[in-house]
């Protein structure tokens, strides 16, 4: 029994324990069976066989309710636990993910893409079990939680939201000195990841536009998953670029999210500014604090050698372009922006935007659509501000 978790969750919450005697005939006991599957609402889940340490460090991946996009969300958290594991083999890798499917389970596909099940909680997954059940951790390096989401609040079942309420104060001082959290959803980076980031006094990053899907190809680039945009030849099928082995795609390995190039048009209305990448909040902190945070966020992202070398500053850097920059079915786009970037640094010029829209104007605290006479420097700042942290991390080893 997993205790570390299952004792914060005693009190609201029961285990699914269906014991069906001997003589229940076969087809009452697999009517049980179902029953008790229907009932699970969430999955705690980790990679690795040891139980769960409160104390390790330890990151927490998020897989809220797909609903249209089905289990995508827990594919691109399962390639990132892996990628977390393969650069940090001492930190704990912790999933938590909602039942998608309600008649068989979801166990067959967890045990085939490698993660041993602790929990099955039969409780829906709201922001109270949720901050209850984080709370016993008390070094958490990252929270990235993959949902369908709004400005101001994420979708976790379609009865629960996650928001950035007071609620949320509870998690502050359980994280360490470098932890971050990224809400990959779309426009969150308006509103709840400002909030969360002065709840939790750390460097939250959310997106200003939607976000989609991104899928390694077999050119070595990552692209959205769209048969009808992406270039010639066929998808990936293991990935030796972001790891330090070649890993199966079908395992869980090749899949990521990435903010859209254009702002955002949708179901929830339409905004008229935004950026193309992930933007950090940083409320109330020291700004080598705020870097800090940005730069271990690059390293648990896919894209990326490991940093232990002098020539891994310039993939360090290569992946802060290709995490910032938008790319086409040439890359040209990319190409550009990146030439565009490498010469900011020496001119020093913050005006450069490749995003197809009006770039929002940002601070560490928030973000805004600018007036007609203005213009945002919020691009080359952030690409500045993920360099400026590899230099501070750098000066630490």
Request: net charge neutral; aromatic share 12%.
């Amino acid at each position: 029994m997993h205790l570390g978790f299952l004792r914060v969750f005693a009190a609201t919450v029961f285990l699914m324990g269906f014991s069906i005697a001997s003589h229940v005939q076969a087809a009452e006991a697999e009517a049980a069976a179902v029953v008790a599957v229907a009932k699970i609402g969430f999955y705690v889940a980790k990679l690795g066989k040891s139980s769960i340490d409160p104390g390790a460090p330890t990151r927490i991946l998020i897989a809220a309710e797909g609903g249209t996009v089905g289990t995508l969300f827990q594919e691109a958290a399962v390639s990132q636990g892996y990628l977390i594991r393969d650069r940090f083999p001492d930190d704990q890798i912790v999933f938590i993910f909602v039942n998608e499917n309600r008649e068989v389970g979801q166990e067959p596909m967890l045990r085939r893409w490698g993660l041993e099940v602790v929990d099955r909680v039969s409780e829906e997954l709201s922001l109270p079990r949720l901050m209850a059940g984080l709370l016993p951790f008390g070094a958490i390096r990252s929270i990235d939680i993959y949902a369908h989401s709004w400005k101001d609040y994420a979708v976790l079942t379609s009865q629960n939201r996650f928001t950035g309420d007071r609620s949320l104060s509870v998690l502050a001082g359980h994280f360490t000195d470098d932890a971050y959290a990224i809400f990959h959803g779309c426009n969150a980076g308006w509103e709840l990841a400002p909030k969360a980031a002065r709840e939790w006094r750390i460097p939250v990053a959310g997106s200003l536009v939607g976000t989609n899907f991104e899928k390694l190809h077999s050119n070595g680039n990552f692209y959205f998953n769209d048969e009808a945009t992406k270039p010639p030849g066929p998808w990936a099928s293991e990935n030796a670029l972001s790891f330090s082995y070649r890993r199966s795609c079908r395992a869980g390995g090749c899949l990521r999210m990435k903010p859209d190039n254009r702002p955002y048009d949708g179901v929830h209305g339409r905004v008229f500014s935004g950026a193309p990448f992930y933007k950090f909040f940083c409320i109330g902190l020291e700004s080598a604090r705020c870097l800090q945070g940005m730069t271990m966020s690059v390293l648990s992202q896919l894209d990326l050698s490991p940093l232990n070398d002098e020539r891994s500053k310039e993939k360090y850097r290569i992946a802060v372009e290709n995490m910032l920059c938008p790319i086409d079915r040439g890359s040209t786009l990319r190409e550009d922006c990146r030439r565009a970037l490498r010469a900011a640094l020496k001119s020093g010029d913050l005006k450069y935007s490749p995003f197809a829209g009006t770039l929002a104007i940002c601070s560490w605290s928030e973000c805004r659509t600018p007036w007609f006479f203005e213009e945002s420097e919020a691009f080359v700042s952030e690409y500045f501000n993920y360099l400026n942290g590899l230099k501070l991390l750098l000066q630490r080893l």
